[in-house]
């Protein structure tokens, strides 16, 4: 939202604040004042005008009517997510900035991921795409008991192939529509993440005999074991310094550089999200004792805060951009800025 003062004929030295207007947070003037300062102060000589511009802190995007499937993605303008109708089930979109939900393409979606082509979907047993503006799905690959998704930004889609008991799954690249499995016979979990070399992957075996989280290059190699987890890790996150994985004990962070790995969390039960070494995730404890809900922490393990918490277990996601965390919580998905 944005309001404006107006200024006629009323020389001399003026100082505007934006108004008070929680829930909403101020991110700018326009006009005769510029830039995000917490107040403008100008010499006015004749007519000016200054706008003040807002945003909510906590917006809905899709309430809850029951129908949506709590699976997340974004691309640069938009928020992706299962949901059925009676006419079936689909991946739909809606605007980051808020606006109408649309349907993309029918599917059932467990896992989606997308660029600003592309939005990619598994059901658990194959893959799927179609274009972000919509259109018919397109089955791109079936192999197996399929886990999460990740793209690396030129294009190439990776998923790992779980086989928790005789260690034949593998982990596939997908480029131009040709597969090429670039590690194989690891005990893959489903976890996935990718960045500028590397593909990193959980592994682990139902008796914990084999427990680790690995890397392979991007286009295939030498499999390095880089961590060996106190239990059978399950989803992976990396930035320029740091792997982030979650397993039965908790959410950690290990650095690039080597160390020992760091505890964030004990209690993180669900995907978890990182931007910026800023670690978004959600915890559940045991209401009504221990508030549930969303947390975030340095990747140091500094500025632990509560975001969003309750005493309830409906909670899914969290998704997030340089800007905002998106995140189901009773039904609804919503968007609240960092």
């Known amino acids: 939202m ?26 700018g003037w326009t006009g005769a004042c510029v830039g995000n300062a917490p107040t403008c102060r100008l010499f006015v000589q004749g007519d000016s005008s200054v706008s003040a511009s807002f945003e909510y802190e906590l917006q809905t995007l899709v309430p809850n009517d029951g129908h949506n499937f709590q699976a997340l993605a974004l691309n640069s ?3 992706f997510f299962g949901r059925w109708t009676f006419d079936g089930n689909g991946v739909w979109r809606v605007p980051k900035t808020g606006g109408a939900a649309t349907l993309v393409a029918s599917g059932v979606p467990s896992f989606i991921v997308a660029d600003d082509a592309f939005v990619y979907w598994t059901d658990n047993y194959s893959i799927y795409s179609a274009p972000v503006e919509g259109g018919s799905a397109s089955l791109l690959a079936s192999t197996g ?16 192939e779980s086989n928790l008991y005789s260690g034949t799954g593998a982990v596939h690249r997908m480029q131009d529509r040709v597969d090429a499995v670039i590690a194989s016979g690891q005990h893959e979990t489903g976890g996935i ?3 500028a070399t590397y593909a990193y992957f959980t592994c682990g075996t139902w008796d914990g005999t084999d427990r680790a989280v690995r890397r392979v290059p991007k286009k295939g190699g030498s499999v390095e074991t880089l961590v060996t987890p106190n239990s059978v890790p399950a989803y992976v996150r990396v930035d320029s310094a740091n792997v982030y994985y979650q397993d039965w004990m908790g959410m950690w962070v290990w650095s690039k550089s080597g160390g020992a790995p760091r505890l964030l969390s004990p209690n993180s039960n669900a995907e978890f999200d990182v931007n910026d070494s800023v670690v978004w995730w959600l915890s559940f404890g045991s209401p009504p004792v221990t508030p549930n809900g969303l947390f975030r922490a340095n990747a140091d393990g500094t500025r632990f805060a509560s975001v969003d918490t309750a005493f309830d277990y409906s909670w899914s996601g969290p998704r997030v951009d340089d800007t905002a965390v998106y995140y189901f919580h009773e039904g609804a998905l919503l968007r609240r800025l960092k």
Request: with cysteine; proline share 10%.
């Open 193 to 195: 993440a990718v960045d």
């Open 77 to 79: 303008t938009s928020v």
């Open 145 to 160: 008991s399929i886990g999460r998704l990740a793209l690396d930004g030129q294009g190439a889609l990776y998923w790992a």
């Open 2 to 27: 944005t309001q404006r003062v107006t200024c006629k004929s009323f020389p001399g030295l003026l100082s505007f604040f934006p108004p008070r207007l929680p829930p909403r947070r101020f991110t």
